[in-house]
């Protein structure tokens, strides 16, 4: 057997997989400065609305770190669909933004915040279809999730633990090809709290969790089926919404 140093290693990878930035293909690098600068102006945090099919609940409040624009797009396609998981370092502290949002108490509801006391809120990732598990080899947003969770939370920021407690409970089909409409019919009712994790979410503060919201159904129905499991309070936290949500009528600006 043969050893490889931790170079060699380095090296082989940089054959197999060309060494591009993520977002422009510039060579010689995996994330370039000049692509780093124009993600940081995408940097727009926001509260927008999502409307929830569930007749006590108008509309759930998404926490999104900025605009889903280039070059972001170009980076979460990487990261999610070509296998670049290394971009996880830097999406998990725009997401961990998001999620640090809707837990401190930010929120006009009296549930929301980090109230002494106050148990944990529950980070309940939106699940993989198993088709996209079967493709991708896992289900990214799972490890995003946990590294965001390790990133230095401002003191206001409620307790947080990881309950992947959402299933699909029929096939669904992949979700980009579909237009709002069709998406809302191809979830409608198609998620629901698995059986061990009923308990766990009875009362519970959920923040539903995604990477991008686009048309918002998968949020709603996230949260529909959290709520009809009993959860008592349930915000949602994305790195970034698409740029029309931050249009007039879509959300509150930043505070
Ligand atoms: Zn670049």
Known sequence: MVLMSRFDLRALFDLVVPLECAA?????????????????????PARVEVPVGVSTWRTLPVWAWGAYAAPLDSVVTAWKDD?????????????????????????????SGSAPGARPWLLVPVPSSRASVRRRGDAPLMGLLAQALTEPAPATTGALRLVPALTHQRVVVDQSRLGTERRRENLSGAMGVGARWL??????????????????????EAA??????????????????????FGPGSGRPPP
């Open 83 to 111: 296998g670049r998981r290394d971009l996880s370092r830097l999406l998990a502290p725009l997401l961990a933004q998001s999620i640090h949002r809707a837990t401190d108490g930010s929120g006009d509801r009296p549930t």
């Open 224 to 245: 529909r089926a959290l709520l009809e499991a009993g959860a008592s309070d349930v915000e949602a936290a994305v790195i970034a919404a698409t740029p029309r949500r």
């Open 24 to 44: 422009c293909r510039h060579p010689g690098t995996r994330w370039c400065t000049r692509c780093d600068r124009a993600l940081r102006r995408l940097a727009r």
């Open 199 to 220: 308990g766990c979410v009875e009362g519970r503060r959920c923040v539903v969790v995604d990477d991008v919201v686009t048309t918002g159904a998968t949020l709603s």
